[in-house]
Nanobody
Framework: QVQLVESGGGLVQAGGSLRLSCAAS????????MGWFRQAPGKEREFVAA????????YYADSVKGRFTISRDNAKNTVYLQLNSLKPEDTAVYSC????????????????WGQGTQVTVSS
């Protein structure tokens, strides 16, 4: 099992940047494919980005490609999401998730979830 805790959210103006962190405890995060999801008010949760367990292969939703970057530091059991060129439509609660499956380009199958961190982008 793994426990996930996100941090780094906040209020930022459009065009600004934030870096979200997801600290994993329990079983080491290198055992898991890690992903970021977001949920805006009144909308369903949507996939944002994922990173493979060891090679650092990444996969992004089209809506964030070129603006967001997912990375991981297995020595620190931490996954990051760098958010650049933020838009008001990026406003959401961002949650990290983990799965044992190696298929990082599939957006399903996540077993473990953090509580989320709020990102608000003002226009």
């Amino acid at each position: 099992q793994v426990q996930l805790v996100e941090s780094g959210g906040g209020l930022v103006q459009a065009g600004g940047s934030l870096r979200l962190s997801c600290a994993a405890s329990g079983r080491t995060s290198s055992s898991y494919t890690m992903g970021w999801f977001r949920q805006a008010p009144g909308k369903e949760r949507e996939f944002v980005a994922a990173i493979s367990r060891f090679a650092g292969n990444t996969y992004y939703a089209d809506s964030v490609k070129g603006r967001f970057t997912i990375s991981r530091d297995n020595a620190k059991n931490t996954v990051y999401l760098q958010l650049n060129s933020l838009k008001p439509e990026d406003t959401a609660v961002y949650s990290c998730a983990a799965k044992t499956s190696m298929y990082y380009a599939r957006t399903d199958g996540y077993n473990y979830w953090g509580q989320g961190t709020q990102v608000t982008v003002s226009s």
